[in-house]
């Protein structure tokens, strides 16, 4: 056992360590942040994109393709780009994510309108009988019975 260790030791010596921290591929360790910290960063987001006088749905989505997923362009036309299976993957969350929080704020306008369904009946009342217009009437009724549901 002795022989072995001794072996070892020296042929580290003689080859040297190819372990990432002596290879200069120190292993990171993550980073750890505060809540007013994401606060922070989440308010520098949203100061920036109000910022953004062009399209900045486009201009964001093409800054998390290329710093988020590591797109190293973005595809034009017929051109094609390559991307991790990992990024893909990413992007794919991302999607489902957001249509996850679309189905839910749909789903609570739904509950919203149903528990206030009273409000709803006594508004589209009120306004039914002070709308003098026949066809602006008849406008509004179709639009409430829509918001009914009916």
């Known amino acids: 056992m002795r022989a072995f260790v001794v072996g070892v030791l020296v042929a580290v010596a003689v080859l040297g360590c190819y372990c990432r921290r002596c290879n200069g591929q ?3 360790k993550p980073a750890v942040m505060t809540s ?3 606060s922070q ?9 109000n910022q953004i006088k062009q399209d900045p749905y486009n201009t964001v989505a093409d800054l998390l393709l290329l710093n988020g997923f590591g797109l190293k362009s973005i595809p034009k036309g017929k051109e094609t780009v390559e991307v991790s299976a990992d990024n893909k993957a990413k992007m794919d969350k991302v999607i489902k994510s957001i249509k996850a929080v679309l189905g839910f704020a749909i789903i609570r306008q739904a509950q919203i309108v149903q528990e206030n369904r009273e ?3 006594a508004a589209i009342a009120s306004a ?7 066809k602006a009437r008849k406008a509004f009724l179709q639009k409430a019975q829509l918001l009914r549901g009916e």
């Open 41 to 49: 960063w989440k308010s520098q987001l949203f100061d920036g994109l």
């Open 36 to 38: 007013t910290e994401v």
């Open 119 to 121: 409000a709803v009946d």
């Open 26 to 28: 120190e292993v990171a």
């Open 128 to 134: 039914t009988d002070t709308i003098t217009d026949e």
